[in-house]
């Protein structure tokens, strides 16, 4: 007894100094500079105080992982200052986490299918497996983002954990797998990707005493993370979303090119970011990568009996890898895998199209090397549970995965990535001023030093917007929900507009360097009608009491609420619209998800031409080509007017439509990057028609228009009212805006009531108190 107490004191401080070391290891060019951390993607929102920062951790789309409560608590009571809280994320996920998960959930799988290898080999082998896994370039590249890096991490304890909750069985079962799959219900994707290793684990299982226990836990489980799914019912019902989906945003995710190769190693996406050049040899480091999954694969041979979790293990991680992966290259052929594309294709045709951002593959590229590293160690186990000899085998395949691993290690600052900042005092002085005071959107148009151009971009509440010399300044930028202009005392022609129109600006904030002007025409909501601005960027003069968005966002507005147009409109633009209005929408394209736009596609691809239509326009929906293609199109027979919506780009291609005899065409090639409505004139349709592009460069469409002939057009318009407020991204939404502290406090005191009464339940249990078992049982049995 004593000798088994000594052990656990041993393996918890052998846990407890390598998850001190893990991160020390994996970022030590950068883990004893403390600061803010300037990731690929952003500068983190350095202006926020201590409690404002624990409740961003708490909102969507910010951090919803349980597991960062502790700290969240440590940080709104003030006890440490928000820029330790961002040094102690980087280490802690998934590098020092990752450690405690996996340890203990290979040293659980051990104990229990492994019982002939000796305790001090099982610790061994559990140190050494999460030790490996922790550091790996998966974890690395997760390691930007909480949510990601939290699932990564904390996956071994989801899979062991509902394991053991299921032998446990009965309602502590059910409390423990509700605790367990908490813990990587990180986002509502990361609650998708639980609840599938979960399934997973009961069919594996198949036993009706399982399934039982699931049941139990779904209502322990939906209380406790009550935060997440209160929060994602404000956000999907407090407005429309107009003009405004991630799914097209981050689709493309679902069709970039994963070679199987990359897929089996635990990479995908993040393969270019993965360097071989350690010790000089990348091609031997290359091959060497491989070692973890022949030895997994391979020593599964040794494994295979009946009950083994090594089956579960390495069917979960076969089928995660032909899942995410494009293609294989066989004998120079390559042969399309591409599992997942018909099924995507299906459901991009319907209503759950602007919810496949929820099935992003990142995920599931997470989720590849837990099971093998909990294989692997199984294997290692069977290596050196009697052969000692082997003893060499088991160095080489730990010094061959370290080696896999080691150009990120040599880095200590994941490969220049991470590197410690700290924000002038200026620009804290200004940001933390316009948290302070603003309810609507900030403009910033200021000449700077290069190092700080990243902070400006973060400001509070910053967004797009014209500054336009005219009479109507204020009220053009109300338009974007402008409230703040945001310069400095050297940027000459910014306050040379300011300067003149004095009556619409006036100043509110100047440290000598920083001028921040308040927009007197800022009204925080408009409710009227929507009107569209065919002429954007350019913004007409309106008044301020309009809601007004530019064309390319016409077709994502239901035309109940439009109202009419303002500037000047073109026939084909005014066709678009009273159509529209008319209940005519644009054909439904059948478009196809590929890598690269080699037909129709809707995909979002990473590449500088994507990226400028994005920034220029945002929120646009939009199809690319980029080679000569064809698509059918379902329309019904009839004579009708075509209206084409696209944007003209130079060196564009043509888009057009034909019935088989006959053609109608627009090149979209122009020295100006615009969004143009073009009629095209008129065109039978008898039984089929098709659009079709010819180039060889990429293009973009919005829409094509099939109108009856004879649709009389509208001049007048009438729309129903719809309230719209600041939106950073958009300059407005629509609907209502929630109170987002309301919200996040309630949704906060639903876990921790639930949490107090799963702990008093759990308490019970297992003191076995013979009156509070009648109390839950009788809970259980009425749920």
Do not use: C
Not at 223 to 230: A, D, G, Q
Not at 703 to 719: K, R
Request: no cysteine.
């Amino acid at each position: 007894m004593h000798r088994e107490r000594r052990l656990q004191v041993i393996e918890i401080i052998v846990v407890i100094v390598l998850s001190i070391l893990t991160p020390m290891i994996a970022l030590w060019k950068v883990f004893f500079h403390v600061g803010y951390i300037y990731q690929r993607d952003s500068y983190p929102a350095f202006y926020l105080d201590s409690k404002q920062t624990a409740l961003s951790y708490l909102n969507f789309p910010m951090i919803m992982d349980n597991v960062w409560m502790p700290l969240v608590i440590i940080l709104f009571f003030n006890l440490i200052s928000p820029v330790i809280a961002e040094w102690l994320t980087y280490l802690l996920f998934p590098y020092a986490v990752s450690i405690p998960s996996m340890y203990f959930s290979s040293r659980y799988f051990l104990n229990r299918y492994a019982k002939e290898t000796k305790v001090w080999v099982k610790i061994l082998i559990s140190a050494t497996i999460a030790f490996l896994y922790a550091i790996t370039p998966t974890a690395y590249y997760f390691s930007h983002w909480s949510n990601y890096a939290a699932f990564y991490a904390l996956l071994p304890a989801l899979i062991a954990g509902t394991f053991y909750s299921l032998e446990k069985g009965g309602s502590l079962g059910a409390i423990l797998l509700s605790l367990f799959a908490s813990l990587t219900t990180t986002d509502p994707r990361g609650f998708v990707y639980t609840l599938f290793i979960v399934l997973s684990i009961l069919l594996y299982r198949h036993k009706l005493n399982d399934l039982k226990v699931f049941l139990y836990s779904i209502p322990f489980y939906l209380l406790l993370n009550s935060r997440l799914f209160v929060i994602l019912f404000y956000n999907f019902h407090s407005f429309t979303s107009i003009s405004f989906t991630i799914s097209n945003q981050q689709l493309w995710l679902n069709y970039l090119t994963f070679p199987l190769l990359d897929s089996l190693r635990g990479l995908s996406l993040f393969r270019p970011l993965v360097s071989y050049l350690s010790f000089g040899n990348p091609v031997l480091i290359y091959v060497m990568s491989f070692t973890f999954v022949e030895t997994g694969i391979l020593g599964y041979i040794f494994l295979k009996k009946k009950g083994s979790p090594a089956n579960y293990f390495l069917a979960l991680y076969l089928f995660l890898v032909l899942l995410v992966s494009s293609y294989v290259n066989v004998l120079g052929y390559n042969l399309t895998l591409n599992l997942t594309y018909p099924f995507l294709d299906f459901l991009s045709q319907t209503f759950a199209y602007n919810y496949l951002w929820i099935f992003l593959p990142t995920y599931l590229t997470e989720m590849v090397l837990a099971p093998l590293f909990l294989l692997v160690a199984l294997v290692m186990a069977k290596i050196l549970s009697k052969q000692y000899l082997l003893i060499p085998l088991f160095i080489l395949i730990v010094l061959s995965q370290f080696a896999f691993s080691s150009s990120m290690v040599i880095s200590g600052n994941y490969l220049g990535n991470y590197n410690p900042v700290n924000p002038p005092p200026l620009l804290v002085s200004l940001a933390k001023f316009l948290e302070n005071n603003t309810i609507g959107n900030v403009f910033v148009s200021a000449v700077v030093p290069s190092n700080w151009s990243t902070f400006i971009g973060v400001l509070p509440n910053v967004t797009s917007a014209p500054l336009v010399n005219t009479s109507s300044v204020g009220t053009i930028l109300n338009e974007y929900g402008v409230q703040y202009v945001v310069t400095t005392v050297n940027d000459n022609y910014t306050l040379s507009i300011i300067n003149s129109h004095k009556n619409v600006f006036t100043l509110v904030y100047n440290d000598s360097y920083f001028l921040v002007y308040k927009n007197n025409d800022f009204t925080y909501n408009i409710n009227s009608p929507i009107f569209i601005n065919f002429e954007y960027p350019k913004v007409p003069n309106t008044n301020s009491s309009l809601n007004v968005v530019p064309s390319y966002l016409m077709f994502d507005i239901p035309p109940k609420y439009i109202g009419g147009y303002v500037g000047n409109a073109t026939y084909a633009e005014l066709l678009a619209l009273s159509a529209y209005k008319q209940g005519i929408s644009p054909v439904k394209l059948n478009v196809k998800h590929l890598p690269y736009p080699t037909n129709f596609t809707d995909t979002i691809n990473v590449n500088v031409y994507d990226e400028e239509v994005l920034s220029e326009f945002p929120g646009i929906l939009f199809i690319s080509v980029s080679s000569t293609s064809s698509l059918n199109l379902y329309v019904k027979p009839g004579f009708y007017k075509v209206v084409l919506a696209y944007v003209s780009i130079p060196g564009g291609g043509v888009f057009g439509v034909t019935n088989g005899s006959y053609s109608l065409s627009v090149s979209t090639s122009s020295s100006n990057t615009s969004i143009v409505f073009s009629y095209l004139g008129n065109i039978y349709v008898s039984s089929s028609v098709k659009l079709f592009f010819i180039g060889n460069s990429l293009s973009y469409l919005i829409g094509v228009m099939f109108i009856p002939y004879n649709m009389s057009i509208q001049h007048e318009f009438t729309g129903g009212n719809i309230s719209s407020y600041p939106y950073p991204q958009l300059g407005r939404a629509f609907g209502y805006p929630y109170n987002d502290t309301n919200v996040v406090s309630f949704s906060i005191m639903i876990n921790l009531i639930t949490l107090l009464i799963t702990a008093i339940l759990f308490i019970s249990l297992r003191l076995s108190r013979t009156y509070f078992r009648k109390i839950n049982l009788k809970i259980i049995r009425r749920n």
